[in-house]
């Protein structure tokens, strides 16, 4: 039980640490975030909320009481990152792997939660 905890607590840490990361670029770098955004063919306009629904969605994997808005977060997320990988992919600009790391945290992650939660 210990050994699940510390699974669930190290993947979900380090998802957090690329997620915030991330949302960090897009408040931050909005002009590098933006060219990536246009070559994508997403409008820029999206940039600052989508990293507000990077930062919630953290919020809500790390709640204790709400178990459906958890897994809101996760299926979110899962998403997210399966578009991210084939829209990097698309483009060529080598970014997928960050993608794909983040797919793997997070589905450790949620089979991890699920064990520590049952």
Same mark, same amino acid.
């Given at each position: %039980?210990? *050994?699940?905890?510390?699974?669930?607590?190290?993947?979900?840490?380090?998802? *957090?640490?690329?997620?915030?990361?991330?949302? /960090? %670029?897009?408040?931050?770098? #909005?002009?590098?975030?933006?060219?990536?955004?246009?070559?994508? /063919?997403?409008?820029? #306009?999206?940039?600052?909320?989508?990293?507000?629904?990077?930062?919630?969605?953290?919020?809500?994997?790390?709640?204790?009481?709400?178990?459906?808005?958890?897994?809101?977060?996760?299926?979110?997320?899962?998403?997210?990152?399966?578009?991210?990988?084939?829209?990097?992919?698309?483009?060529?600009? /080598?970014?997928?792997? +960050? +993608?794909?790391?983040?797919?793997?945290?997070? *589905?450790?992650? #949620?089979?991890?939660?699920?064990?520590?939660?049952?």
């Amino acid at each position: %039980m210990k *050994t699940n905890k510390i699974v669930y607590y190290a993947s979900t840490g380090l998802l *957090t640490l690329l997620l915030l990361f991330s949302a /960090g %670029m897009y408040f931050f770098n #909005y002009d590098e975030v933006s060219v990536m955004f246009t070559q994508f /063919g997403y409008p820029t #306009y999206l940039i600052y909320p989508y990293a507000v629904l990077k930062l919630l969605g953290l919020i809500a994997l790390w709640s204790l009481g709400f178990k459906i808005l958890k897994e809101w977060a996760y299926a979110g997320y899962f998403f997210a990152f399966i578009l991210a990988f084939f829209a990097h992919y698309m483009i060529g600009d /080598g970014e997928q792997m +960050a +993608a794909l790391i983040a797919l793997v945290l997070l *589905t450790v992650s #949620y089979i991890y939660n699920k064990k520590i939660t049952q």
